[in-house]
């Protein structure tokens, strides 16, 4: 007999000769008809894997992650299988499960093309159908040797040869075909019910450019075809919100090849961009800060003394001035400190909150270049509290109440996540225990739920992580509140205290859109172009019918400009319908049309972006509703 331990603590005497199939089977026939992998002392297993005296073990359907991911493992399988059926000279390499899918690298003279996956995916339907059990079984390195030797794949030669002498390795088996694999797999290849091929690409063997460039087919799999259907509409629907095309459409941004990285943000980008600071400003006087400017480019000594030149040197611009190093700052926070450094503070005078719209620069390697969402310039809405160590927990608590007033405006729905010290990191521990416990301290007290990020602090400090869900529930790290005792220890900051001696201030760090660039990508993609009316560019579009009310439509919007309104004219000498599709694209909410009878009687007719029209409306009622709607942030 065996000994072990289930997921709930529970300790279970069961056959050694039992599979883990067995083992579940005698925990429930229910449980046993969704299990497709177990976890076995942490590592993902086949079911079929005889049980170990001593271990512990969880069962895990399709519905769970470890599930879907032996799931996916399993279609890349099928996907080799179907693929050498197809074209039997073609040498495989490595095909693992990814986070939304699988792939599989391949060598072959065939060019593959998204042409041929509807061949492909039939000929994977068709061992689906099969149903054929993944059968494995461990054998010795001179037996792997030679049978991929005796076939030609040199590929799986390569991985052999260079796998530690005391690896285990096996061989997966289903049907007519066997693969060199770690595991974990799901029990038949009929479990597999839903899956796609999704694009082809380049990939050198074992990363290395001086190797040969292999072809990796990816795909995807789901429990269901309905699971895979949401999938693939989620997918079409981010392609169509996708902020660098729509940025294009719209007018707001763009890149130039004079610039890679670096945004130009066109008269309508600003507008929105000048929104958003705007609001920025309003909740921050709000909250009592003061706005500061300081350089972009400062001494290496500073850089030094902030530990940034040994932490950060790779992601950061340097220059020389009169024969000295200077470097471009890739963060905003060693000015500040020089700020607070520049007269002397009272016990009094904390905290001191500071605020800063700093644009900073950081290298970023051209590959991972991505939009407004990964550039090497970008805005931070800094912002560097000085406190008393008693005032911590307060001014956390005030920080988690402005950010959620942040994300709110926008209808954006928000995580925390605890980030605790990293491994390249500096202080002592005693400190980062005293700012991981205030942080910990204070969240809970908010109520504001959140999980531990082991490692992922900034190198001075933990800190708080806001991650943002948008309305396609994908989620974007954005905000941060960090704590941070070191700095002060580092730049000899301090205050004087109610006894007349120095003592140091703590220093918060903390960033709510953290990316002024990056907070409007996502916003472009949560929106999908669409606007709240203040943040809108062109809020209302004067579309009048025709030349003879051109002088109609001129009044009006004097009357729109005079109450603040953003508002243009369509003076083409174009249909109406035209007009209008033009606004839609556009992507204006409101569109304002003008023809004899809203001349005649000095109104207009009112079309919502959604298609909604409310004809004779009076000009005065239209203007005071909507500078409302403004005027409230109406999300």
């Not at 694999?181 to 082809?200: D, E, I, R």
């Not at 350089?295 to 001035?321: A, C, E």
């Not at 605890?418 to 416990?437: F, I, N, Y």
Request: aromatic letters at 10%; charged letters at 30%.
């Amino acid at each position: 007999m065996a000994t072990i331990q289930l997921a709930d603590g529970k300790e279970r005497q069961v056959d050694e000769a039992m599979t883990w199939q067995d083992v579940v089977k005698s925990i429930s026939n229910s449980l046993a008809k969704k299990t497709v992998v177990a976890k076995v002392d942490g590592k993902l297993t086949d079911l079929t894997e005889q049980v170990r005296d001593g271990a512990q073990v969880e069962f895990f359907s399709v519905a769970d992650p470890e599930g879907l991911r032996a799931l996916r493992h399993t279609a890349s399988h099928i996907m080799a299988q179907a693929i050498l059926r197809l074209w039997p000279d073609t040498k495989l390499a490595i095909g693992p499960a990814i986070d939304n899918g699988f792939y599989y690298d391949m060598d072959t003279e065939h060019v593959f093309s998204p042409e041929d996956f509807p061949k492909i995916e039939k000929e994977m339907a068709k061992i689906v159908k099969e149903n054929l059990p993944l059968e494995h079984r461990v054998v010795s390195r001179e037996e792997a040797l030679e049978k991929f030797r005796a076939s030609g794949d040199i590929y799986k030669v390569d991985l052999i040869e260079n796998l530690p002498a005391d690896s285990t390795i096996t061989f997966y088996s289903q049907g007519e075909f066997t693969d060199l694999c770690a595991g974990g797999h799901v029990p038949s290849t009929g479990k597999v019910k839903a899956f796609k091929l999704m694009s082809v690409a380049g990939a050198y063997w074992r990363g290395d450019e001086k190797n040969k460039m292999l072809q990796r087919i990816y795909g995807t799999a789901f429990p269901s075809q309905e699971e895979l259907d949401q999938y693939l509409f989620m997918l079409a629907e981010a392609e169509r919100r996708d902020h660098r095309k729509l940025g294009k459409e719209l007018d707001l941004f763009s890149f130039q090849p004079e610039g890679p990285g670096f945004p130009f943000f066109h008269p309508k980008g600003m507008v929105l961009r000048n929104a958003l600071l705007e609001f920025w400003r309003e909740l921050h006087r709000e909250y009592h800060y003061d706005e500061i400017s300081t350089p972009v480019i400062l001494n290496r000594d500073l850089w030094m003394q902030s530990g940034h030149w040994d932490h950060y040197r790779d992601n950061m611009y340097f220059t020389k001035i009169d024969e000295e190093d200077y470097a471009v700052k890739p963060m905003n926070c060693p000015g500040s400190i020089l700020y607070f450094k520049s007269d002397l503070r009272s016990y009094r005078d904390l905290p001191i909150r500071v605020a800063e719209l700093g644009l900073v620069h950081r290298h970023e390697m051209s590959g991972a270049l991505h939009g407004l969402f990964r550039v090497r310039c970008f805005t931070q809405d800094d912002a560097h509290l000085y406190i008393l160590p008693s005032q911590m927990k307060e001014e956390i608590l005030k920080t988690l109440e402005l950010f959620d007033r942040i994300y709110s405006a926008f209808g954006l729905e928000y995580r925390v996540e605890l980030s605790t010290r990293p491994e390249d990191s500096m202080g002592d521990d005693a400190l980062w225990d005293l700012a991981t416990d205030v942080l910990r301290d204070a969240i809970e007290s908010s109520g504001v739920e959140y999980r531990i990020n082991e490692g992922d602090g900034a190198f001075y400090g933990p800190k708080l992580d806001f991650h943002i869900k948008d309305s396609l529930g994908r989620t974007w790290q954005c905000g941060t509140i960090q704590l941070d005792m070191q700095m002060p220890e580092r730049f000899d900051m301090h205050y004087i205290g109610e006894d007349g001696e120095k003592h140091r201030p703590v220093m918060l760090h903390r960033a709510g859109f953290g990316s002024i660039e990056r907070f409007i990508g996502i916003l472009i993609e949560h929106y999908a172009g669409k606007f709240p009316a203040w943040l809108a560019p062109v809020q209302v579009q004067l579309i009048p019918v025709t030349e003879r009310h051109l002088a109609y439509a001129q009044q009006v919007r004097d009357e729109l400009k005079a109450a603040g309104i953003r508002v243009q004219i369509d003076e083409r000498n174009e249909k109406l319908g035209y007009k209008i599709r033009g606004a839609q694209l556009q992507k204006v909410p409101y569109m304002l049309i003008l023809g004899d009878k809203e001349m005649e009687a000095g109104t207009v007719s009112v079309r919502r972006r959604d298609g909604e029209e409310t004809p004779g409306v009076a000009v005065a009622d239209f203007t005071a509703d909507l500078a409302a709607e403004i005027a409230e942030r109406r999300n």
